[in-house]
């Protein structure tokens, strides 16, 4: 019997192909709106989360100021000093690696080539917190820390922008009045999860950035500080630690905001992934609203036939057919209506997601558990609109159906 509804369903929906086109468009939109937002929303909080473990390994990050990027606020508070690191250093357990850190952003020049670029003073040990890898080359070392070497290693957005292709090992740039050799080129990053080109850098040893570039003769003279927790140990922990050990060199008393802030990232991350999640949510029940709005056009569609197939339903009822039958058959209808719909809405959802994952540089993460219950949704909006109709068909007396023209 569901088997013959099925099928008169079908011949029903061939009968009428543009109709039934208009009829499911909403159903199509709401389904491949739905599953599309929530596939982008997923990759992109997937790769927010590789972006930023990307920066590092258990990665802790101290900064001056309250705040993190480029609104934190850092007016007018003191930066860190040696003194600070080595008491770092010597007193938190749980650190693996730990590197002070200066930055500048200043021109860099090669022969007739310039470009704008962030340059990072800091320790050999930088490289393992942040998961550098050298493509060519070497890191410098702590002799060249130690005596100030003019040299650096870069990114490959500076090789491309300044050496093109060339073979940039041994080459000199200029940064600002000091000329500094290259002798290490970076593997590449990417973006971060804050839409940083990680490739668009020079690092070189503090000493040489601090005596050549930014000339500082403070002592308060590190912008902040990366700190890699052992693998083991709580991060969260390390953290109470530094805060509680940098509230007392930096004499705050107990009503004293800190003028200083510690990041785990990994808590960034996962901030940064709960907004997306919540973006998501939200846009896939504005998107659901359209599935609604299908079944209300399914709802309408599925009256007009019963009016036109009245007279069909008074010879089937006359014939011997029984009301739940006919509610059956127009049930089965709606739901194949809507049920088309929900397909043609999966396979459009699977080439927006495919197409803007590449045109986004998104991972694509198929999720077989959201085209389920999307397709189920579409089923389901089928039987609540189209029983109203069905019921309507089955109410009919046969005598007056008969009667109808």
């Not at 290259?182 to 839409?195: A, C, M, V, Y």
């Not at 000493?207 to 052992?230: E, P, Y």
């Not at 949704?377 to 068909?393: D, E, K």
Request: hydrophobic share 45%; charged share 15%.
């Amino acid at each position: 019997m569901l088997w013959n509804a099925f099928v008169i369903a079908l011949r029903e929906i061939r009968r009428n192909l543009l109709r039934a086109f208009l009829t499911v468009i909403g159903v199509v939109i709401g389904v491949a709106a739905v599953i599309t937002l929530v596939t982008l929303g997923r990759g992109a909080t997937e790769m927010v989360k590789s972006q930023i473990s990307g920066l590092g390994s258990n990665l802790l990050v101290m900064r001056p100021g309250q705040g993190f990027g480029p609104r934190s606020s850092s007016a007018g508070v003191p930066l860190f000093n040696q003194g600070d690191i080595d008491a770092i250093r010597d007193q938190v357990p749980g650190i693996q690696w730990l590197s002070p850190v200066g930055q500048k952003n200043v021109s860099t020049i090669y022969l007739q080539a310039a470009r704008n670029t962030n340059i990072t003073g800091t320790t050999s040990q930088y490289f393992l917190i942040g998961k550098w890898n050298l493509v060519d080359g070497r890191f410098f070392t702590e002799a060249d820390e130690l005596s100030g070497s003019a040299v650096c290693v870069i990114g490959q957005t500076v090789r491309s922008s300044l050496f093109g292709n060339e073979d940039p090992i041994g080459k000199k740039i200029r940064i600002q009045n000091a000329s500094v050799e290259i002798i290490g080129l970076l593997s590449p990053k990417g973006q971060t999860g804050f839409g940083q080109d990680q490739d668009d850098t020079v690092i070189m040893p503090l000493t040489t950035l601090q005596r050549r570039i930014t000339g500082r003769t403070s002592k308060q003279n590190i912008d902040q500080v990366m700190i890699s927790g052992a693998d083991n140990y709580d991060t969260d922990v390390i953290v109470d630690d530094i805060t509680s050990l940098m509230r007392s060199r930096r004499n705050l008393q107990g009503s004293e905001e800190n003028n200083f802030s510690v990041f785990d990232t990994r808590q960034i991350a996962d901030a940064v992934s709960s907004s997306v999640k919540v973006m998501t949510t939200l846009l896939g029940w504005v998107a659901g609203v359209s599935l609604l709005v299908g079944g209300i056009g399914i709802m309408n569609i599925m009256l007009v036939s019963v009016t036109e197939r009245t007279r069909e339903i008074g010879i089937r009822l006359a014939i011997g057919a029984r009301a739940r039958e006919v509610l059956l058959q127009f049930l089965v209808e709606a739901i194949t209506l809507s049920s088309v719909g929900g397909v043609a809405g999966i396979a459009l959802a699977t080439g927006l997601c495919i197409g803007l994952s590449k045109l986004s540089q998104l991972p694509f993460l198929f999720d077989p558990v959201i085209n389920i219950i999307a397709f189920v949704f579409s089923a389901a909006i089928g039987i609540l609109f189209g029983y109203m109709p069905a019921r309507r068909a089955a109410a009919l007396d046969p005598i007056e159906a008969l009667r109808h023209e």
